[in-house]
């Protein structure tokens, strides 16, 4: 069955716009925690809800995020879009979460949605990414670091496993998203100033 244009359209937008949702924000309010924006790297993610001192709210960011990436990729692929329209979709909700509706386009860096997509789209991928994201934060506590080596990988990793060309592609758009959306962490490594994940400021 061929899903008709207006559809795919009408899919993509709900997935930015589901995206967009910042679960750090939400969270951070319902808690009644500081605003992560105002934390470490100015950043609404699960990495500065950790700086709140506040694991339990850490993790549901870090769910919240993934989940929304995930979810419309999942109801999507039930109603058999094809590859090429789960590609567009999982693009769309990393530069929801990136660049959110909601909050005057200045979101987070897209490393938990990345995951969920990555989930949405090829599950082995979404694994080696998380083995290779926790080894270097393992390693050098760095979530930042892990973050930028593990997307760097992607298209090549996509490519070995023979992963179609709308894969491909979506993967090459998402490394450079999510290294542009590091660029700031990248000039803090190279001078040492990167913080190092749980530290509280």
Known sequence: MTIPPL???????SAYLLGSLSCAIIFAKWMQLPDPRALGSG???ATNMLR????KAAALTLAGDLLKGLIPLLVASN???????????????????????YYQFRGGKGVATTLGVLLGVHWPLAL?????????????AYSSLAAITATLILPLL???????????VLMSVISVLVIWRHRSNIVKLLRGQESRIGARK
């Open 7 to 13: 559809e795919i359209i009408i899919a993509v937008m």
């Open 158 to 168: 996509a490519w070995l496993l023979s992963l179609s060309l709308a894969v491909i």
């Open 52 to 55: 709140t001192g506040n694991k």
């Open 128 to 140: 080696i990414w998380a083995l290779v994201w926790l080894s270097i934060a393992k390693l050098s």
């Open 79 to 101: 109603l058999n879009f094809s590859v090429v329209a789960l590609c567009l979709m999982g693009g769309a909700a990393i530069i929801g979460h990136m660049y959110p509706i």
């Open 43 to 45: 950043n609404p993610g």
